[in-house]
């Protein structure tokens, strides 16, 4: 047994964790254990592989901060005050830039022409903002946030109050800028995968060599210490790459398979039949229940939805590299911008979006 390590201690709550034969095993007592909400909360870990685990530290999942850490008391008293109708950003993602070699054809965030980018002090001055808002998970998106020139020092900027992570196709990427991003604070370093196949994964991102470069940034990211989740965003056409991709993962040292469901928006945002059929969610789930109890650890995103319902301005926000602040990535909805108002205003505002919590994507047709 690794372990045990303290996730919550108060009189109305006592909770900890303990890695046995491989899995998480949590314990919890307290007259708040026994809510519903909570137990649910807790069951996404409990009986699951961990992300990491050692003497120092458990790491749930990239998504999650380390146990013990500041990052994750702040994460686990702000769940417990969502219980009391509390809204918290834990979640935001910064697109720093719209830089990036790659046509990805089902690319988010298109490039607009203009050379959008957030200054290093705009940026920093957000992540200020959220820090005092609450957040513990800071994301850096883009285009490709690898190739923006300050990355290092915008992770030192989140200190310890959250962990940072880093979305990356792999380009620009290297051995330096991993070690730097390891010296900075960097958690994890999220890796996008369309297919286990460098053919339909090149094809897919509009340029040769983009599936080389993603396995390389996974390999150089572990190599300098930090964490690796595999990221793939699931559609009709990859469904049928599901072990392949686990085993992807696993070969490259991966500690963590993320899957998220595809969304119409950014190029695709005229698309129609993109979202997963009854069958295919049967298949990811049989999937899941089939593949987890091999590592590395996988996080289903559908299964969170249907756990939790959606998170856009419940628990997530997304700022854009004209400033722009949406509930999620994938809703393209202004709320206010960076440059006219202070944050806390704009995601107070945002408690009016009604989507919060659905447990239908409004996105996903």
């Known amino acids: 047994m690794v372990g045990p390590y303290n996730l919550y201690n108060s009189p109305l709550l006592r909770a900890s964790a303990a890695v046995e034969d491989g899995r998480v095993r949590i314990h919890a007592s307290g007259l708040m254990a026994r809510l519903p909400q909570l137990e649910a909360a807790l069951q996404i870990f409990?009986?699951?592989?961990?992300?990491?685990?050692?003497?120092?530290?458990?790491?749930?999942?990239?998504?999650?901060?380390?146990?013990?850490?500041?990052?994750?008391?702040?994460?686990?008293?702000?769940?417990?005050?969502?219980?009391?109708?509390?809204?918290?950003?834990?979640?935001?993602?910064?697109?720093?830039?719209?830089?990036?070699?790659?046509?990805?054809?089902?690319?988010?965030?298109?490039?607009?022409?203009?050379?959008?980018h957030l200054s290093p002090e705009t940026v920093m001055d957000a992540i200020g903002q959220i820090l005092e808002m609450g957040t513990t998970l800071v994301i850096f998106d883009g285009g490709e946030p690898a190739l923006y020139p300050e990355l290092p020092d915008l992770v030192a900027s989140v200190g310890d109050r959250a962990i940072s992570t880093l979305f990356t196709s792999g380009a620009g990427f290297t051995a330096t800028l991993a070690r730097q991003l390891k010296e900075a604070g960097l958690y994890a370093v999220n890796v996008s995968l369309d297919s286990p196949l460098r053919e339909e994964h090149?094809?897919?991102?509009?340029?040769?060599?983009?599936?080389?470069?993603?396995?390389e940034a996974a390999r150089l990211a572990r190599q300098a210490g930090l964490l690796v989740d595999i990221y793939v965003v699931l559609r009709r056409e990859n469904m049928v790459h599901l072990e392949r991709f686990h085993e992807l993962a696993a070969r490259v040292g991966a500690h963590e398979l993320t899957v998220f469901?595809?969304?119409?928006?950014?190029?695709?945002?005229?698309?129609?039949?993109?979202?997963?059929?009854?069958?295919?969610?049967?298949?990811l789930n049989r999937f899941v229940t089939g593949a987890g109890g091999r590592p590395p650890r996988i996080f289903s995103v559908p299964e969170a939805y249907r756990r939790f319902g959606c998170f856009?301005?419940?628990?997530?926000?997304?700022?854009?590299?004209?400033?722009?602040?949406?509930?999620?990535?994938?809703?393209?909805?202004?709320w206010g911008s960076i440059f006219d108002e202070p944050l806390k205003k704009i995601w107070r505002r945002m408690g009016a979006f009604p989507y919060k919590k659905s447990q239908i994507c409004p996105m996903r047709k």
Request: contains cysteine; charged residues 20%.
């Open 46 to 116: 409990d009986g699951q592989i961990p992300a990491l685990a050692d003497n120092e530290r458990l790491c749930l999942s990239t998504w999650t901060p380390p146990v013990p850490s500041r990052a994750f008391a702040r994460l686990a008293k702000s769940r417990l005050l969502g219980l009391l109708g509390r809204r918290t950003p834990d979640q935001v993602t910064i697109s720093i830039t719209e830089e990036c070699p790659n046509r990805c054809s089902h690319c988010a965030l298109p490039n607009s022409g203009r050379k959008l």
């Open 202 to 215: 090149d094809a897919m991102r509009g340029r040769e060599g983009v599936f080389d470069g993603a396995l």
């Open 261 to 283: 469901e595809v969304v119409a928006t950014g190029r695709w945002a005229e698309r129609t039949g993109l979202a997963l059929t009854p069958e295919d969610h049967s298949r």
């Open 312 to 334: 856009a301005a419940t628990s997530w926000m997304h700022i854009t590299p004209a400033g722009e602040v949406y509930p999620c990535s994938c809703y393209v909805q202004s």
